[in-house]
């Protein structure tokens, strides 16, 4: 039977960052110590719905704490509970085997469950000699009657046995889920400089390099926007974060749901607490931003990707031309509005995906001309379940340069008495 669960966020490599929440749970490993990573969000939402199943859990985030291999272990020498609880990706695999190595070395006769919204892409070969199960899909929603299930091997949505190779369906969270308050007190929260939250998980586009759509699902569901206001208001009160990040691929795609949120958090808190969000530009209009910026909203992710209509309509970013020019147009519309309602704006281009020299000058001449505060420049993977990279039509050292050069221009803001006073007095 088991009472106690111990969820682990497994150490990185020496000299890399594993950051298992990036990527819709795809994970990302940063290539230098203490990089960015998203604190263990899965692991807060996971605790908090096994303690209100009356379990005793427990949790430890290695890289937060930023512990080696040897380290973690020890530690859990001081707290071997009936259930190991670790979290994989796809992009960490190497750190997450390592790890899963050395636990089975050490605690052969304890149970191992592997979750991650992306973990399922791991091939069954190399992970079925390590753990007992993987849990696929949104782990809070399939952890209790996983963990139930577990001690007889009965079936449970989303569990996939080690002894069995055929994959299960990913468990997906519905629309508006009731959902325990993230059990963030159970990771040392003192080292993440932000918390993050999320108001929707999925989306229903069909940008052909998207990998949110494979780890969150392609249908979106949604929170009551009254309990994630009542959640970014008591994050900010338990936690006193200076900043709380939304994870949700499209934060903007319901406008009503967006008014909602505002309206409840300007009503639970004065002045609302700081907070995030990224989407694409076509949803975030002048007057949402407008309404977002009261709320307190402090910065936007922009997927701008690459102003070409043509591969804006090759990759299914948008249906034909004509909308590609309207997408177009909104970016310029969000990144000025963002200015203009003290909103930072981060712009995120999009490369390797078979740009000529052309479209990357007409994405530099956009940027010079739009001036977003920031921009963020990642390179196209090919992870698990999305297309081939295409023949790259610039050569390696081209698109690099590329790459920098584009990333180099920033706008920061500039003070503006003018614009605070409008904020307060709007
Ligand atoms: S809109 Fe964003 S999240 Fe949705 S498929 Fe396109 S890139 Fe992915």
């Given at each position: 039977?088991?009472?106690?669960?111990?969820?682990?966020?497994?150490?990185?490599?020496?000299?890399?960052?594993?950051?298992?929440?990036?990527?819709?749970?795809?994970?990302?490993?940063?290539?230098?110590?203490?990089?960015?990573?998203?604190?263990?969000?899965?692991?807060?939402?996971?605790?908090?719905?096994?303690?209100?199943?009356?379990?005793?859990?427990?949790?430890?985030?290695?890289?937060?704490?930023?512990?080696?291999?040897?380290?973690?272990?020890?530690?859990?020498?001081?707290?071997?509970?009936?259930?190991?609880?670790?979290?994989?990706?796809?992009?960490?695999?190497?750190?997450?085997?390592?790890?899963?190595?050395?636990?089975?070395?050490?605690?052969?006769?304890?149970p191992v469950l592997l979750?991650?919204?992306?973990?399922?892409?791991?091939?069954?070969?190399?992970?079925?000699?390590?753990a007992t199960a993987l849990l696929?899909?949104?782990?809070?929603?399939?952890?209790?009657?996983a963990?139930?299930a577990l001690?007889?091997q009965?079936?449970a949505?989303?569990l996939w046995y080690a002894h069995t190779?055929?994959?299960?369906?990913?468990?997906?969270?519905?629309?508006?889920?009731?959902?325990?308050?993230?059990?963030?007190?159970?990771?040392?929260?003192?080292?993440?400089?932000?918390?993050?939250?999320?108001?929707?998980?999925?989306?229903?586009?069909?940008?052909?390099?998207?990998?949110?759509?494979?780890?969150?699902?392609?249908?979106?569901?949604?929170?009551?926007?009254?309990?994630?206001?009542?959640?970014?208001?008591?994050?900010?009160?338990?936690?006193?974060?200076?900043?709380?990040?939304?994870?949700?691929?499209?934060?903007?795609?319901?406008?009503?749901?967006?008014?909602?949120?505002?309206?409840?958090?300007?009503?639970?808190?004065?002045?609302?607490?700081?907070?995030?969000?990224?989407?694409?530009?076509?949803?975030?209009?002048?007057?949402?931003?407008?309404?977002?910026?009261?709320?307190?909203?402090?910065?936007?992710?922009?997927?701008?990707?690459?102003?070409?209509?043509?591969?804006?309509?090759?990759?299914?970013?948008?249906?034909?031309?004509?909308?590609?020019?309207?997408?177009?147009?909104?970016?310029?519309?969000?990144?000025?509005?963002?200015?203009?309602?003290?909103?930072?704006?981060?712009?995120?281009?999009?490369?390797?995906?078979?740009?000529?020299?052309?479209?990357?000058?007409?994405?530099?001449?956009?940027?010079?001309?739009?001036?977003?505060?920031?921009?963020?420049?990642?390179?196209?993977?090919?992870?698990?379940?999305?297309?081939?990279?295409?023949?790259?039509?610039?050569?390696?050292?081209?698109?690099?340069?590329?790459?920098?050069?584009?990333?180099?221009?920033?706008?920061?803001?500039?003070?503006?008495?003018?614009?605070?006073?409008?904020?307060?007095?709007?």
């Amino acid at each position: 039977m088991i009472q106690s669960v111990l969820f682990i966020n497994p150490p990185s490599l020496p000299g890399t960052t594993a950051n298992r929440e990036g990527t819709a749970g795809m994970g990302v490993t940063v290539s230098t110590p203490r990089g960015f990573y998203y604190p263990p969000q899965t692991l807060a939402y996971g605790i908090a719905v096994l303690r209100e199943a009356g379990y005793l859990v427990g949790g430890v985030d290695a890289v937060g704490q930023d512990l080696s291999l040897p380290a973690t272990l020890v530690l859990l020498r001081d707290h071997v509970p009936d259930l190991f609880v670790v979290h994989v990706t796809p992009q960490t695999w190497d750190a997450d085997v390592r790890f899963l190595q050395a636990l089975r070395g050490d605690f052969p006769h304890i149970p191992v469950l592997l979750i991650g919204t992306a973990a399922h892409f791991i091939p069954h070969a190399r992970w079925s000699p390590w753990a007992t199960a993987l849990l696929a899909g949104d782990a809070e929603w399939g952890l209790v009657q996983a963990v139930r299930a577990l001690p007889d091997q009965q079936p449970a949505a989303g569990l996939w046995y080690a002894h069995t190779s055929t994959p299960p369906a990913p468990v997906r969270i519905p629309h508006h889920p009731t959902l325990p308050r993230p059990a963030w007190d159970a990771l040392p929260t003192d080292v993440y400089p932000f918390l993050s939250l999320w108001g929707s998980r999925g989306c229903e586009h069909t940008c052909a390099w998207c990998p949110y759509r494979l780890g969150w699902g392609d249908s979106r569901r949604v929170r009551d926007p009254q309990e994630v206001a009542e959640e970014l208001v008591w994050l900010a009160q338990t936690f006193g974060k200076p900043r709380h990040i939304f994870r949700d691929p499209l934060f903007a795609a319901q406008p009503e749901w967006v008014r909602t949120f505002c309206r409840e958090l300007t009503r639970r808190a004065s002045p609302p607490p700081p907070w995030e969000v990224e989407d694409r530009p076509e949803h975030l209009t002048p007057d949402l931003l407008h309404q977002m910026a009261r709320a307190g909203c402090t910065q936007v992710k922009l997927g701008l990707e690459i102003i070409s209509p043509s591969l804006l309509v090759r990759w299914h970013r948008v249906p034909d031309a004509r909308a590609a020019q309207a997408y177009i147009r909104a970016a310029a519309q969000a990144i000025r509005t963002c200015r203009k309602e003290g909103i930072l704006c981060r712009a995120f281009v999009l490369t390797g995906i078979g740009e000529t020299e052309e479209e990357l000058a007409a994405t530099e001449a956009f940027i010079q001309e739009h001036k977003p505060h920031y921009v963020s420049v990642k390179r196209f993977v090919p992870y698990p379940g999305l297309p081939s990279p295409p023949e790259l039509s610039l050569p390696e050292e081209r698109l690099r340069a590329w790459e920098e050069r584009l990333q180099a221009h920033t706008y920061p803001p500039r003070p503006s008495w003018r614009h605070r006073l409008r904020r307060i007095w709007s």
